[in-house]
């Protein structure tokens, strides 16, 4: 035992560290959009899928196998993997206008509007046992999030400007969580710190605590918020703005200070947007693990095998004498 947790502590001492992430993904809602991507520091800005009719939600698996998004021009929501290669449409109708989307537990949501119905849809991740109606709500619905662990979800309503909050597991229960909340577009959760973090598009982030209390808010003068994601171990949250100052912005997670543009995006419109970390490949020490501890063993047991001989030949020569 006490072998390997020296090894592991020799892994785990030289892992990379898992702060911050690595990526970020966000939707260029045009008529001719993409979803693209770049990485953190806002450099290798890359097309990821193109030629897509106003893409708006997206999502990327935890292991970055896939990305997930919605295609509101065509109402469907698809899938590609991680590199954009083997795009597949996961829902052909979704009956509506489908925005902003989040993924959890092995199935995929998303806010539609403008169609049949108001709605959150849901479907398994790879497109099977699809519910358009999941959860049936008037009004012009925004982005949602999800809480599995409370089994919650909450989305926006930006009709009657309120969040609202259902069960995940079968959308029962419906109930207003936040009022006033304004025109809410994307959301996010702080499950660290127990806040709610979303995007009112008339130019504001916003958060409250989910435990209750008042909400603040930030006024960044950049435009109409849309997008929104949180670096929870960094320390800011990030959004997108898609009217006078395109771009990916970012600020402190407590709204204070300022904000400062990380990716200016010139005439794109972005909408959705995710962050992505890598998950680290394993490291060659890691497959010799198993050696490692035959090794210890081998040369533990050689060891105990030269400690016997050496008090039998001391019995031998106690004996002689």
């Known amino acids: 035992m006490k072998n390997l947790i020296i090894i592991t502590a020799v892994w785990c001492s030289i892992a990379p560290a898992a702060d911050g992430f690595d990526k970020f993904f966000w939707a260029n809602g045009m ?37 997930y998004f919605t295609v509101a021009g065509d109402d469907q929501v698809k899938r590609s993997n991680f590199d954009g290669t083997s795009v597949v449409t996961l829902v052909s109708s979704t009956n509506d206008f489908p925005t902003y989307m989040d993924i959890s537990g092995g199935k995929m949501y998303w806010s539609q509007i403008g169609g049949a119905s108001d709605a959150i849809g849901r479907a398994n991740l790879n497109g099977t ?27 926006g309503n930006g009709s009657t400007q309120k969040i609202r ?32 973090y979303w995007a009112d598009s008339s130019g504001f982030i916003k958060r409250r605590l989910l435990s209750g209390g008042s909400i603040d808010s930030l006024a960044h003068g ?8 949180l670096d929870v171990s960094g320390g800011r949250v990030y959004f997108t703005t ?4 395109p771009g990916i912005h970012s600020a402190l997670l407590d709204l204070s200070g300022g904000v400062q ?30 050696v490692l501890l035959l090794f210890r063993c081998k040369t533990a047991l050689e060891n105990r095998v030269t400690l016997e001989r050496s008090w039998v030949d001391h019995d031998v020569a106690s004996r002689a004498q």
């Not at 290798?44 to 292991?63: E, F, K, R, Y």
């Not at 519910?131 to 009004?139: A, K, P, R, T, W």
């Not at 898609?242 to 100052?245: A, N, P, R």
């Not at 200016?264 to 198993?290: D, I, K, W």
């Open 129 to 155: 046992s699809q519910d358009l109606n999941f959860i049936v709500e008037g009004g012009a619905l925004g982005g949602l999030a999800i809480d599995a662990s409370d089994d919650k979800i909450y989305y």
């Open 165 to 196: 909050r259902a069960t995940l597991s079968d959308g029962s229960g419906a109930t207003d969580f936040i009022t006033g909340a304004g025109l809410v577009n994307d959301m996010d959760l702080d499950l660290i710190n127990g806040y709610i």
């Open 222 to 229: 950049l435009g109409q918020t849309r997008g929104i994601a």
């Open 261 to 290: 543009t990380e990716i200016s995006l010139g005439s794109e419109a972005p909408q959705g947007l995710a962050l992505f970390t890598m998950v680290p490949e394993p490291r060659l020490y890691l497959l010799l693990l198993p």
């Open 242 to 245: 898609d009217s006078s100052t």
């Open 31 to 67: 008529s001719t959009g993409q979803v693209r991507s770049a990485d953190s520091n806002g450099t290798n800005i890359q097309t990821v899928v193109g030629s897509l009719n106003i893409p708006v939600g997206v999502a990327v698996s935890s292991g970055g196998a896939h990305v």
